[in-house]
DNA sequence: AAGTGGTCTAGACCACCGT
DNA sequence: CGGTGGTCTAGACCACTTT
């Protein structure tokens, strides 16, 4: 029976995160009941659920008494919650809004390739935009997708929209994000930056590079986020 | 039975939890075996097995096949792996070393006692230190512990050590580290930091506010570190 | 009332470890 | 070899949601 030495949950929780990156069962999807999925997979309920436990707790499901199992869906909640680390200086959160400053489609150099696992020219999509919080813009972001992933990207230009890329990422292109690695460092604001941001050249800036991985690993958006933290701090947790 | 509605697996967690904390159970010890805490508990095995995972997931307990179940002890690996973020330009991490500069008890002012949950005026140990990562010293630190947790503590002073203190916290005063929360921004190095950093003033610095919480769910200590970012990275993960 | 996930139990067998 | 945790199964019953 088992050719590799891998428990049987595991294989099983493996099939069921295949048939949910391949969209078999599409975001909001209601899947069939523990029962049923045991009876067609051939393991015991059991088992099934030791599988869906790994699901839930890789948040690619949601469990509800009495309703059912659901694929999870981006909302602007989860998103926000899990992705956007950034509070105010008592810790809470806002919501923030998002200005399109630039939107494009070019060859991408080396090092971007090399963060997106792509080829050295490879087509990718830029983005630069401002966010604010509280009406205040704070916040100046890159963001860099690939082509082959998000075909006919566009978004408005100079426009003030609701944020939350993410959930656009998944309702528009089936590519749902489920994890992210950041790394950050202090910088001066450089000139440009510091126009956009209504600060002085050399204000210190939080520079948060991330890149962020869909439901298979694969890398699929790589942004760097620029953070105005007079008012603001970016928040971890560590456990 | 159930006094209130809390799942029994839960309960079980709690005590097994509670045992820990208190130190009946010290780090390092061998607890029972699974069908042992069972039969004393008036539980099923199932239920006692799913409290420790419970307790293995928040690194209260280590389990190895064939040994059995051990209260974790804090080692240099896990201590750095968990709660020492920083890593250099290529992302790999590094053991640091560190200097004390100064460590010295007084009255915590109202910001500081508000932080560690003490009264305004209890009595807090004061650490300065300087760590250093491959020989170049980029990190600035200050420590505050609330004395009643840390009766007699003292460092040696301007002498080179092995890092580490969560290990010491838990090894010579009981207090272990389960938990912690950081706030980060950044600023510009006043005149003395920049000293201590070898830095110019003004220069950008990487400021990481953090609260660390006892297993009990205690903030034990306060500390704030400041990284000088150009060759090292603050690293996270969102999931 | 029917159907779902959540809890709890009981036990068999396997893999690993130390003696 | 005996003892431990790891896996897997089978089923009873409860709590919740919808019809």
New binding site residues.
């Given amino acids: 029976m088992n050719l590799a030495r891998r ?3 595991a294989q099983t929780e493996e099939v069921l995160t295949r048939r949910i990156a391949e969209g078999a069962w599409p975001p909001g999807a209601l899947i069939p ?2 029962p049923e999925l045991a009876a067609e997979l051939g ?5 099934v ?1 030791k599988a869906l436990a790994g699901l839930e707790r890789r948040r690619l499901i949601e ?7 659901f694929v999870a869906a981006h909302t602007s909640e989860r998103a926000l919650f899990h992705f956007f680390r950034v509070v105010d200086l008592n810790g809470a959160q806002h919501a923030p809004t998002s200005m399109v400053l630039d939107c494009r489609t070019g060859p991408a150099d080396a090092e971007q390739a090399a963060a997106l696992g792509l080829a050295e020219g490879a087509e990718v999509h830029r983005i630069e935009r401002i966010r604010a919080l509280q009406g205040q813009p704070v916040i100046l972001e890159r963001i860099l997708l690939p082509a082959a992933r998000f075909p006919d990207f566009t978004l408005p230009l100079m426009r003030e929209m609701e944020d939350e890329l993410y959930v656009l990422y998944q309702r528009d292109h089936g590519v749902t994000i489920a994890r992210a690695e950041e790394r950050l460092a202090a910088i001066a604001a450089s000139p440009e930056q510091a126009a956009k941001l209504t600060l002085w050249p050399g204000a210190p800036l939080l520079e948060i590079a991330r890149i962020a991985f869909d439901v298979a690993g694969q890398p699929v958006e790589r942004r760097v986020t620029w953070l105005d933290t007079r008012m603001h701090r970016y928040h971890a947790e560590l456990d």
Same sequence: chains 1, 2.
């Fill in positions: 428990p049987l949950y009941p523990e393991v015991s309920p059991g088992t659920r469990r509800r008494q009495g309703r059912g199992t």
